[in-house]
């Protein structure tokens, strides 16, 4: 699976953009990229994913550079409820290969 | 849509006692289900995969002796922690892959368990 890096944390003020980097550098062509979520001692929350078009839906926007090397998830306006972790995952396309591995993420703090 | 419990969501046991944890995708089938283990501060470490009607598939290091998966029907999996010690004490989290719609073969993950042996 192509391994992926984030930041380690990051700040946003409540109300503004929050823009979450993701490098995946050795992606292949047929792997996804998903986001999801980790609030404190909850499980992960599905958040959006893509494969090489922008996305958006009602809690975020994806965008992917053209390479598909790196990704950033956009949150449009950040309200303290979105403090959390932030994973970006890879994953095949192809069938029999489902697993997730989960790196670091990144712990975004939404300040008042 | 596309929700996924577990139950406990807390557990707390003596040392040498074995523990069960269930996990249901509630409105849709899943025939594959992953299980994951988290200790404080740390990412999301995957255990195995359960595939419904046959045997788990465990990642490395991960004794399948001491973790029992049963996948018995395509809403349930089942996660034993056997003869569990100190050590075993983590938060459990489990998921359930789509195979339908716009989101499929996404994973939805259970609210997790947190085990404690004493």
């Known amino acids: 699976d192509a391994k992926t890096t984030q930041p380690p944390s990051m700040d946003c003020a409540e109300g503004r953009a929050a823009n979450l980097p993701c490098n995946h550098s050795?992606?292949?062509?047929?792997?996804?990229v998903y986001w999801y979520r980790q609030i404190h001692s909850q499980g992960p929350q599905y958040i959006i994913h893509?494969?090489?078009n922008n996305e958006t839906n009602e809690m975020a926007s994806l965008i992917i550079t053209e390479d598909r090397k790196s990704s950033t998830l956009i949150l449009p306006h950040a309200t303290l409820r979105d403090t959390a972790v932030y994973y970006c995952?890879?994953?095949?396309?192809?069938?029999?290969?489902?697993?997730?591995?989960f790196g670091t993420g990144t712990r975004l703090k939404v300040l008042a | 849509g596309a929700v996924v419990s577990q139950h406990p969501s807390w557990v707390i046991c003596k040392s040498g006692t074995s523990v069960k944890i269930e996990c249901r995708s509630l409105?849709?089938?899943?025939?594959?289900m992953f299980w994951y283990r988290q200790f404080p501060k740390q990412s999301l470490m995957l255990m195995a995969t359960?595939?419904?009607?046959?045997?788990?598939?465990?990642e490395q290091g991960v004794e399948k002796d001491k973790f029992l998966i049963n996948h018995a029907s395509l809403t349930l999996s089942t996660l034993t922690v056997t003869s569990a010690h100190p050590e075993d004490s983590s938060f459990y989290i489990c998921?359930?892959?789509?195979?339908?719609?716009?989101?499929?073969?996404?994973?939805?993950f259970g609210p997790g368990t947190r085990l404690l042996v004493l």
């Open positions: 050795t992606i292949s062509g047929n792997e996804y």
């Open positions: 359960s595939n419904e009607g046959s045997k788990a598939t465990y």
């Open positions: 995952i890879v994953r095949p396309t192809t069938s029999g290969t489902y697993k997730y591995i």
């Open positions: 998921s359930a892959r789509t195979t339908y719609g716009s989101l499929q073969e996404t994973q939805y």
């Open positions: 409105d849709f089938q899943a025939t594959t």
């Open positions: 893509g494969l090489k």
